[in-house]
T-cell receptor, first 111, second 116 residues
Framework: GNSVTQMEGPVTLSEEAFLTINCTYT??????LFWYVQYPGEGLQLLLK?????DKGSNKGFEATYRKETTSFHLEKGSVQVSDSAVYFC??????????FGKGTRLSVIA | GAGVSQSPSNKVTEKGKDVELRCDPI?????LYWYRQSLGQGLEFLIY????????KSGLPSDRFSAERTGGSVSTLTIQRTQQEDSAVYLC??????????????FGSGTRLTVV
């Protein structure tokens, strides 16, 4: 079946540090890939997405590139801020099926 | 409505009681999804609706769980004879349709269920 594996957290970084959160997937078809973010006390929000190989999704300074050869969709940001502290979820949907999520990675950014 | 609305936001219930959780999706969204978020377990898919039909109920953990959707709008998730392991945050999301997942889901803020 389809599954998503993302790096265990929590991740703690200083402000302006570089962020990478790894995400790999297993899918039977050709999935669309997503990153969702959950800020403290809020619901999940779509952060970015990519629907085909080599596509790069980007939003709010975050980027992720769909790598079919390595079945990966790693999330990166060049300079994190305290306001980026949240839980980040990698997800996939294959052939229009409901989103399958990873377990989430908690990021804490300290000033 | 402007967003996905879930009620109640918090529910504490005694073991063995039944609970109903409500989700009001964005107007015009035909697809509705229920997930469960437990500590350290990520988001676990429960069930989804396209219109009033539930094509995929595979995620419901046991026959104590059921869900319905009427009028293509509001959905209710019912848990009968609650157990302590049912304690979690229950999230509802909606999307334009189940075939248009690339537009993303809009999530509600969830119902935190605590079974004591």
């Amino acid at each position: 079946g389809n599954s998503v594996t993302q790096m265990e957290g929590p991740v703690t970084l200083s402000e302006e540090a570089f962020l990478t959160i790894n995400c790999t997937y297993t899918a039977t078809g050709y999935p669309s890939l997503f990153w969702y973010v959950q800020y403290p006390g809020e619901g999940l929000q779509l952060l970015l997405k990519a629907t085909k190989a080599d596509d790069k999704g980007s939003n709010k300074g975050f980027e992720a590139t769909y790598r079919k050869e390595t079945t990966s969709f790693h999330l990166e940001k060049g300079s994190v801020q305290v306001s980026d502290s949240a839980v980040y979820f990698c997800a996939l949907s294959d052939l229009g099926t409901p989103l399958v999520f990873g377990k989430g990675t908690r990021l804490s950014v300290i000033a | 409505g402007a967003g996905v609305s879930q009620s109640p936001s918090n529910k504490v219930t005694e073991k063995g009681k039944d609970v109903e959780l409500r989700c009001d999706p964005i107007s015009g969204h035909t697809a509705l999804y229920w997930y469960r978020q437990s500590l350290g377990q990520g988001l676990e898919f429960l069930i989804y609706f396209q219109g009033n039909s539930a094509p995929d109920k595979s995620g419901l953990p046991s026959d104590r769980f059921s869900a319905e959707r009427t009028g293509g709008s509001v959905s209710t998730l019912t848990i009968q004879r609650t157990q302590q392991e049912d304690s979690a945050v229950y999230l509802c999301a909606s999307s334009l349709s189940s075939g248009q997942v690339n537009y993303g889901y809009t999530f509600g803020s969830g119902t935190r269920l605590t079974v004591v």
